[in-house]
């Protein structure tokens, strides 16, 4: 049974950093491609980033480049969000998902495109 299960949330202080983590079972991370999405208060769930299973390419969206970095540890089949400089708007419930149907597209992936989900973790950044 496919199965996806977030940690690593918390409250930080603007300009701090958090290291999220996203444990699969029931599959590997070779034949999925992973993408981390956000959903805060009110608004439409988001993709953050993603990593396609085939060449291991990354995708970012504009309000996180530079400052959020997507890697996946194929051995441990777990794939990790490090966000760095959090700002307040980054705020929000963090989820990861995968997709073997949608693996190979070359973009940032849309909620859509995913298969499987995981519960989340909040991410709030206050000071």
């Known amino acids: 049974q496919v199965q996806l299960v977030e940690s690593g949330g918390g409250l930080v202080q603007p300009g701090g950093s958090l290291r999220l983590s996203c444990a699969a079972s029931?599959?590997?991370?070779?034949?999925?491609?992973i993408g981390w999405f956000r959903q805060a208060p009110g608004k439409e769930r988001e993709g953050v980033s993603c990593?396609?299973?085939?060449?291991?390419?990354?995708y970012y969206a504009d309000s996180v480049k530079g400052r959020f970095t997507i890697s996946r540890d194929n051995a441990k089949n777990t794939v990790y969000l490090q966000m760095n400089g959090l700002k307040p708007e980054d705020t929000a419930v963090y989820y990861c998902a995968a997709t073997g149907r949608r693996r190979y597209i070359r973009r940032l992936y849309t909620p859509g495109d995913m298969d499987y989900w995981g519960e989340g973790t909040l991410v709030t950044v206050s000071s």
């Open positions: 990593v396609r299973s085939s060449d291991g390419n990354t």
């Open positions: 029931g599959f590997t991370l070779d034949d999925y491609a």
